[in-house]
């Protein structure tokens, strides 16, 4: 992903404040493929902002979005300079949500496909059902990561609280630091070749870096 | 004897069918809007299809869609269920998600209802999904999924009977445009009633009393329907009314068993919507109704408890 300041001379600026959310997603599903799009004044207390998107565009945001944001998206490009609320990238088909502040509970609930990445920390229950997307978390999360996920890649950085993987049918978590429990059905496992490597273009994919042998990798029991 | 059999209508609609009894002067359709917003959907009747699949129609399902499509009476069914058929046999189409699973835009596309089931597809529970983590939430996951799946269909909630008065006044000030109440054997006549009256009487003390309510019920008569529909709602189930009758390789191979319904072929589901719609419009001539709707002043319980059951006057008062 490129950084703010080698791609900020090339967006659209569009100042959105005092818009409604509904508004400033149809403006966005409008935008024509490849636009890259800067979002400043966008409150925070504006759900669904990027909902149902499926356009190949760019988009900055420059503060912090609400909840539920690009839920049901398809290949957007997006990052957001601030926090991100619950539920962000729920049902995620394919597209990048990097979010460099803190990210929240929900996050990427059942999302199917592409990748958010969170440069803080998670809240509960991150991953949730997930259904093939990749999630990766710099630092703590809380309880119930990766609860009830079917597939995918669930990375977190610094640890997590209790409850980890319950209700877990498939799909792959790898913590580095602390686990404060695991849940039952859920074992760790040795970590592969393959496994490393897909951490490690993960780890590359969301702009961080960490060895992936500091690694412990979780799969559910057969 | 159940609830609906207490209950009657006054004057009693005459046995034979009136000849005043002309469809088309009779509003029979139900209609889908939104406060504020100039775009509505009108279904062309009260009556809808929830349990039907390919696998127990078949090898009727493309007949049944055609004659579904022809009454204009929507189906409860997957976007793969009518996928093949030809365009002349495509239904108005009902879909129907539960929560803790993904959104899908490939089921809802095309769809002429969306209904967010508020039941786990994976334990079986009801509730709501999990995300929302305080009621306060519901306006914005709402809002994020009308945006998600296009806001091309009217947006509905499903819900049991049981569900609480508290929740049912939270649920009026939602924006949902449609709710449905899922019912099954299990459920008794007395509390799909109870329900119904009173989400109908928190609707209108919400300013919303136009607001759909579809009553997916179990097997009921005909008469049981139209009582339904005057104790508020808008649209409900006639699986068993219009279902094919079981061919003998579903009988041997007991794929599904239900009770023999009338024959799919040759328009014998258009004549039983047809025959439906002229005994609703001769209750309507009956009782000097326009509407559905206006049946509830023209009703009366012949026990108390149905009376305090329905809010409705007992017969002689």
Redesign the interface.
């Known amino acids: 992903m490129e950084s703010e300041k080698e791609s900020a001379a090339s967006f659209d600026l569009w100042d959105v404040t005092d818009l409604t959310?509904?508004q400033i997603?149809q403006g966005l599903k409008q935008s024509v493929d490849n636009r890259r799009v800067k979002l400043t004044g966008l409150s925070p207390k504006l759900?669904?902002i990027g909902?149902?998107a499926n356009n190949s565009i760019e988009v900055l945001v420059d503060g912090d979005i609400?909840?539920?944001a690009w839920?049901?998206?398809q290949n957007q490009s997006v990052e957001v300079t601030g926090r991100a609320g619950?539920?962000c990238g729920?049902?995620l088909?394919s597209g990048s949500i990097l979010i460099r502040g803190d990210g929240d509970?929900?996050l990427g609930?059942?999302?199917?496909g592409g990748l958010i990445a969170v440069h803080g920390k998670g809240g509960d229950?991150v991953g949730?059902?997930l259904?093939g997307a990749d999630v990766v978390v710099r630092s703590r999360c809380g309880v119930g990561v990766g609860a009830?996920m079917s597939s995918g890649l669930l990375v977190i950085g610094n640890g997590v609280a209790s409850q980890l993987g319950a209700?877990m049918t498939g799909g792959t978590i790898f913590v580095r630091g602390p686990i404060g429990g695991t849940a039952e059905g859920v074992r760790p496992v040795k970590m592969g070749e393959s496994d490393s490597l897909r951490l490690g273009l993960l780890l590359a994919r969301a702009g961080l870096k960490a060895k992936t042998s500091e690694f412990q990798v979780f799969r559910p029991d057969r | 004897m159940s609830i609906l059999d207490e209950i009657v209508f006054i004057p009693s609609p005459l046995p034979v069918l009136s000849p005043l009894a002309k469809e088309q002067d009779h509003c029979l359709n139900v209609r889908f809007s939104r406060p504020g917003d100039n775009c509505f959907l009108d279904l062309p009747t009260p009556w809808v299809m929830c349990g039907l699949t390919p696998d127990i129609a078949q090898p009727n399902w493309n007949t049944l869609c055609q004659q579904l499509r022809q009454s204009g009476v929507p189906i409860d069914c997957t976007s793969a269920a009518i996928s093949n058929l030809p365009v002349n046999s495509i239904p108005k189409r009902i879909f129907r998600t539960d929560i803790?699973?993904?959104?899908?835009?490939s089921g809802a596309g095309g769809a002429t209802l969306i209904e967010l089931t508020c039941r786990s597809a994976?334990r079986g529970a009801w509730g709501w999904p999990?995300?929302i983590?305080e009621l306060g939430?519901l306006?914005?996951?709402l809002?994020?999924?009308?945006?998600?799946?296009?806001d091309f269909a009217p947006l509905g909630l499903g819900l049991p009977p049981n569900t609480a008065r508290s929740t049912l006044h939270r649920i009026a000030s939602l924006d949902v445009d449609w709710i449905a109440i899922h019912t099954d054997e299990k459920v008794s006549l007395e509390s799909i009633v109870l329900w119904l009256v009173l989400f109908r009487q928190i609707l209108s003390d919400a300013g919303r009393p136009e607001l759909p309510i579809m009553v997916r019920n179990r097997n009921t008569t005909p008469e049981h329907l139209l009582k339904l529909l005057a104790l508020g709602a808008s649209l409900v189930s006639v699986d068993h009314l219009l279902e094919p009758r079981r061919t003998a390789t579903n009988e041997q191979s007991g794929i599904h068993p239900r009770i023999n319904r009338p024959e799919s072929a040759d328009g014998a589901i258009i004549r039983t919507v047809q025959s439906l719609n002229r005994q609703l419009t001769h209750l309507l001539v009956a009782t000097n109704s326009q509407r559905p709707n206006e049946l509830v002043s023209k009703l009366r319980a012949t026990s108390e408890a149905a009376a305090r059951i329905a809010r409705i006057p007992l017969l002689g008062d």
């Open positions: 959310s509904i997603t759900a669904g909902s149902g609400g909840p539920f839920m049901l998206s619950i539920g729920h049902s088909v509970h929900y609930v059942y999302a199917v229950f949730y059902g259904s009830r209700g | 803790e699973q993904p959104l899908s835009l994976w999990p995300e983590v939430l306006d914005d996951w809002l994020s999924v009308r945006s998600a799946l296009g």
